[in-house]
Structure formats: C-alpha cells, structure tokens
C-alpha cells in the first residue's frame, strides 16, 4: 500500500474514532478532570454531567495545591456555541433539570455552568481568605474555558446574574480573548466597601416620588412603633433560633434600614404595603415579609458569607443612610456595618477598588460586544457598569425592572432588539 493511502487510512480511522467517542469519554480525556458524572439534563439539552475540575488554590502560587470546582455542563451540539455562566455563589440549582440560562434557547447554544470558588462545594479543604480573589476567580474561569474549547471550538458567550454578572465583567476584563460576547445582568460596579450611590437612589431616584414617599413612610411607622414590635422581633429570633453579632434591638434598626433596598431590588409594589393604622401584627408582619432579620443572622448567612469578604476586600457593597430617620431611629451610625456585623477577623482585607476600576477603563475602552441588562427601580442599577461613550458596550435598562430583569420579561421591542443585537454579534 503507497504511504499516502497509509495516511489517509489512519486519519480516517482516527476521525471515526473522535466522531465515535461520548461526550462523557471527551471531558475524562481532558487534563485536570477529577471526576465525571451524569446528570438529568434539562429537555433543551440530549445530555449533561456534573465535572470536577482540578483548580489551584492560588494561580500565582502552585505550590499552595488544588480543590475541585463544580462544573456543569449541558450538551446541546458540537457545532453549536457555548453560553458559559459565571455563578456568583454557589452552584447546587444547576443540578436540577430546569435550570436553563435564558440565553441557550436564543442563540441555540451548549451550556457550561461554573460555580464560584469558595462556595458550594467548590471548596478547599482549608480555607485561607487571602485566597478569595477576583484575579484567582478568573484565572479559575479562564482554566475551564480552555478546557472545554478542545470540545466546543464554536464562539462562546459568559453571562451571570448579580454577583454573576459582576465576575463575567472580571472574567472577560481580565481575559478578554476567552469569549466573544458578554451579557453580564444587574451587575454593580463598586468602587468603595460602602456605595453612598444606592442609598440615594433609593432616597432621590426610584420609581415616583409618591411611592418613595409610601415606603419611606412605613420604614418610620416601624421605627415609632419599635418598643411595642420589639417582643414580636425578639420571639421571632428566639423562635428561629437566629443570633447576631450586635444586639437585636441594632438588628431591628438594621432591617428597617435594609427594607427599603429589598423592597425595591425584588420589584414589590406599593399597593402591598399595608395602611399606617394597621395592628402592631399586620405592620410587623409586612415588615419582616421584606426584610427579614434572617439576612443578618449567622447562622442563615454561611452560605453567603464568603461574599462579605470579597465585598469588603474588591468588590465593595452599599451603605446604610440613617439620616432621613434623625429623628426616630435608635442606631445613628451603621458605617462600618459589613466588619461588624458579617465577618470574622481573620476574613478582614484592607479595600482595594483597582480590579473595579481596571473593569469600568475597560468598558470604557477596548471592550466590544457586551450587552449589559439592568432594572429601572434595581438599588443596583445605583451603580451599574457603564461603557461611556464605547459603541462596544450596549446597557438597556428595563422600565420598572427590578433585580428580577431578564431578556424574557422586557417589554417586546426591547426584547427582539436584545435578541437581535446578541445574534448578529455571534454570527
């Protein structure tokens, strides 16, 4: 046989064989894979395995080791474009099969599913804050990418809701060859441990004056009614068990402060709001239906709390403004409240905003293809990412859209004109 029949025998035998080989036999061949399983895929989707993948602890420093984060991975087609969804905090609703990125079906797209470091399961053994970075988050993103492009070679998109939008914007800032388009949603950009940016959008810019007015009014009818809702408060916490790191009456003060943001981040409307000449109950009731005084327990917040510690270390948060309740509120200073109340000394950083701001010069500069989605009434949307004057950079934001905004609740002519913008840029 001439050696050039021998070629092609061979090539052709090794095409057959890669056409031939499963998905699930494709991820275990891929360096770094530590286990592989199968998992119900949503209908969308002909399969889908939960992976884990091998990650340093510290990208500059190998010699710190590894811990396996969990990926998850939906297979639509080969031929088919990736969206790649940078979760936040933990990642156990992948595993249900409903879960399914809004994007997937819109540009007929696989979908991989990473969940953040230091959440979940995606955790070392022993965990050493220092290690919590945005710059080791990407590096963990950037190593997945790389994985799975040696199996999906089609354009890739990276998409994730809050805090997962906020590390889709990291990701592609910091390796901005990795995707070809961003859809980070109500994705805040903060440059300080406590915004003052929320506070008085909630106080100056939200919705209608009237309505800040009806909210506002029911946060001070809490406040001169404290002494006869605090034995409700305190039956409550003792009833659910929830211990705090100040004493409950400041928690009290806490969550009136915080119900505001809540109300208005999940798209409530004033019409819930129950009239001022209410009972005691039916105020104390609404009241912690909005802001429960959950969020601040310890207990309930474990599974979030690494969160605190990137917030007070890079990616900042919002602040409490006590001033418009001079007059009726107990606890005058909440500054310094995330120290205080979420974290722990040894999860204290000192602040540095540079990977904020390295991000917001990016977007402003040579970032292309990003689509950002925000809420109209969001508290976020106080400190959405913007592109300036950079046409690579589209922001919609929806009227009257909350931390809930997604390309499928916009009115329809914002919707198509999203669906169009992202499809013609994946051509």
Same mark, same amino acid.
Not at 83 to 95: D, H, I, K, P, R
Not at 98 to 119: G, M, S, T
């Given at each position: 046989?001439?050696?050039?029949?021998?070629?092609?025998?061979?090539?052709?035998?090794?095409?057959?064989?890669?056409?031939?080989?499963?998905?699930?036999?494709?991820?275990?061949?891929?360096?770094?894979?530590?286990?592989?399983? &199968?998992?119900?895929?949503?209908?969308?989707?002909?399969?889908?395995?939960?992976?884990?993948?091998?990650?340093?602890?510290?990208?500059?420093?190998?010699?710190?080791?590894?811990?396996?984060?969990?990926?998850?991975?939906?297979?639509?087609?080969?031929? /088919?474009?990736?969206?790649?969804?940078?979760?936040?905090?933990?990642?156990?609703?992948?595993?249900?099969?409903?879960?399914?990125?809004?994007? *997937?079906?819109?540009?007929?797209?696989?979908?991989?599913?990473?969940?953040?470091?230091?959440?979940?399961?995606?955790?070392?053994?022993?965990?050493?804050?220092?290690?919590?970075?945005?710059?080791?988050?990407?590096?963990?993103?950037?190593?997945?990418?790389?994985?799975?492009?040696?199996?999906?070679?089609?354009?890739?998109?990276?998409?994730?809701? /809050?805090?997962?939008?906020?590390?889709?914007?990291?990701?592609?800032?910091?390796?901005?060859?990795?995707?070809?388009?961003?859809?980070?949603?109500?994705?805040?950009?903060?440059?300080?441990?406590?915004?003052?940016?929320?506070?008085?959008?909630?106080?100056? &810019?939200?919705?209608?004056?009237?309505?800040?007015?009806?909210?506002?009014?029911?946060?001070?009818?809490?406040?001169?009614?404290?002494?006869?809702?605090?034995?409700?408060?305190?039956?409550? *916490?003792?009833?659910?068990?929830?211990?705090?790191?100040?004493?409950?009456?400041?928690?009290?003060?806490?969550?009136?402060?915080?119900? /505001?943001?809540?109300?208005?981040?999940?798209?409530?409307?004033? &019409?819930?709001?129950?009239?001022?000449?209410?009972?005691?109950?039916?105020?104390?009731?609404?009241?912690?239906?909005?802001?429960? *005084?959950?969020?601040?327990?310890?207990?309930?917040?474990?599974?979030?709390?690494?969160?605190?510690?990137?917030?007070?270390?890079?990616?900042?948060?919002?602040?409490?403004?006590?001033?418009?309740?001079?007059?009726?509120?107990?606890?005058?200073?909440?500054?310094?409240?995330?120290?205080?109340?979420?974290?722990?000394?040894?999860?204290?950083?000192?602040?540095?905003?540079?990977?904020?701001?390295?991000?917001?010069?990016?977007? &402003?500069?040579?970032?292309?293809?990003?689509?950002?989605?925000?809420?109209?009434?969001?508290?976020?949307?106080?400190?959405?990412?913007?592109?300036?004057?950079?046409?690579?950079?589209?922001?919609?934001?929806?009227?009257?859209?909350?931390?809930?905004?997604?390309?499928?609740?916009?009115?329809?002519?914002?919707?198509?004109?999203?669906?169009?913008?992202?499809?013609?840029?994946?051509?």
């Amino acid at each position: 046989m001439r050696r050039s029949a021998l070629l092609s025998l061979f090539l052709f035998i090794s095409f057959v064989s890669l056409v031939a080989q499963s998905l699930q036999d494709r991820i275990k061949a891929l360096p770094d894979i530590v286990s592989v399983e &199968k998992m119900e895929q949503n209908p969308f989707f002909s399969e889908a395995y939960m992976v884990n993948v091998r990650q340093l602890v510290d990208h500059q420093h190998p010699e710190k080791g590894y811990f396996p984060q969990r990926v998850f991975v939906s297979h639509l087609s080969y031929d /088919s474009p990736v969206v790649f969804v940078t979760e936040g905090y933990g990642g156990a609703y992948a595993l249900g099969k409903r879960y399914l990125d809004e994007l *997937c079906p819109i540009l007929k797209a696989n979908q991989i599913f990473v969940e953040h470091r230091f959440f979940g399961k995606s955790v070392p053994d022993s965990l050493h804050w220092a290690d919590l970075t945005v710059e080791n988050a990407a590096a963990d993103q950037h190593h997945v990418v790389g994985l799975f492009k040696k199996i999906y070679s089609q354009k890739w998109v990276n998409t994730g809701i /809050s805090k997962g939008g906020e590390t889709a914007l990291y990701h592609r800032m910091l390796y901005p060859n990795d995707v070809e388009v961003s859809v980070p949603y109500v994705a805040p950009l903060n440059f300080s441990v406590e915004e003052s940016r929320h506070p008085h959008f909630i106080e100056k &810019k939200v919705a209608t004056r009237s309505e800040r007015k009806m909210v506002k009014a029911f946060q001070m009818e809490v406040l001169k009614r404290k002494d006869r809702l605090m034995p409700m408060f305190e039956q409550l *916490c003792k009833e659910k068990k929830f211990h705090f790191k100040a004493p409950e009456r400041e928690i009290f003060d806490y969550s009136v402060l915080e119900f /505001s943001f809540s109300f208005w981040q999940w798209g409530h409307s004033v &019409k819930e709001i129950p009239s001022l000449t209410s009972t005691d109950k039916d105020i104390f009731d609404f009241f912690q239906k909005i802001s429960s *005084c959950s969020y601040f327990d310890i207990e309930s917040g474990k599974a979030t709390a690494p969160f605190f510690v990137q917030a007070h270390r890079q990616l900042g948060y919002y602040a409490y403004d006590t001033r418009p309740f001079r007059k009726v509120i107990e606890t005058r200073d909440m500054s310094g409240y995330i120290e205080k109340l979420f974290l722990e000394k040894d999860q204290i950083f000192p602040y540095d905003p540079e990977m904020s701001k390295e991000t917001d010069r990016y977007l &402003k500069g040579k970032a292309t293809k990003v689509l950002l989605i925000y809420g109209g009434i969001d508290p976020w949307s106080a400190s959405a990412a913007t592109g300036g004057k950079n046409p690579g950079v589209v922001k919609i934001y929806q009227p009257g859209g909350s931390h809930r905004s997604r390309i499928s609740n916009m009115p329809e002519p914002m919707k198509q004109k999203a669906i169009d913008l992202l499809q013609g840029w994946m051509k």
